[in-house]
């Protein structure tokens, strides 16, 4: 059998899908959306009048991708699309109330899952991979 570490890319992969799945299950309890559905939410929270392109690149996504993940949040009444200002083919992006309240809704199970994390991985083991992890997401930003 290989070392844990030969095998870390593989382990991370695992630990991200129960992760996902875990997490999932419980914002859908808590708020009626996804970690996707959160993660756009937040980033348009983040950046009010972001457009669908400049919030793909932020979530790391296709744009087709992002378009559907819109339209669901659009037509679940948690976001609102209007003309961007000066580009005639973009549109930009902004939370309504209902958008606002599932993101209130989410951020408690949110914290109780990453103290979970911080329990498990101890403060400086939370902060050192959270920061390493920023570090792979961001290019070392």
């Known amino acids: 059998m290989s070392e844990p570490g030969q095998r870390l890319y593989f ?10 799945t ?14 996707a559905q959160l993660g756009a939410l937040f980033a348009v929270e983040d950046r009010p009048g972001v457009t669908q392109q ?6 790391g996504l296709r744009e087709s991708a992002v378009t559907g993940l819109v339209a669901r949040l ?3 009444g948690l ?34 899952f990453n103290a979970e994390l911080r329990a498990l991985l101890g403060d400086d ?8 992890l920023h570090r792979i997401v961001h290019g070392g930003e």
């Not at 382990?11 to 996902?20: D, F, G, I, T, Y």
């Not at 875990?22 to 970690?35: K, M, P, Q, V």
């Not at 083991?125 to 390493?132: I, P, Y």
């Open 11 to 20: 382990l991370l992969q695992r630990a991200a899908h129960q992760l996902r």
């Open 22 to 35: 875990a997490a999932d299950r419980r914002c859908l309890a808590a708020a009626g959306i996804t970690t």
């Open 54 to 59: 400049q919030l793909a690149r932020t979530l």
């Open 74 to 76: 659009t037509a679940a």
């Open 79 to 112: 976001l609102a699309r209007s003309a961007h200002p000066t580009e005639h083919r973009a549109v930009v992006l902004e939370l309504t109330e209902a958008g606002s309240a599932a993101l209130d809704a989410a951020r408690p199970e949110i914290d109780r």
């Open 125 to 132: 083991g939370f902060d050192r991979t959270a920061a390493a």
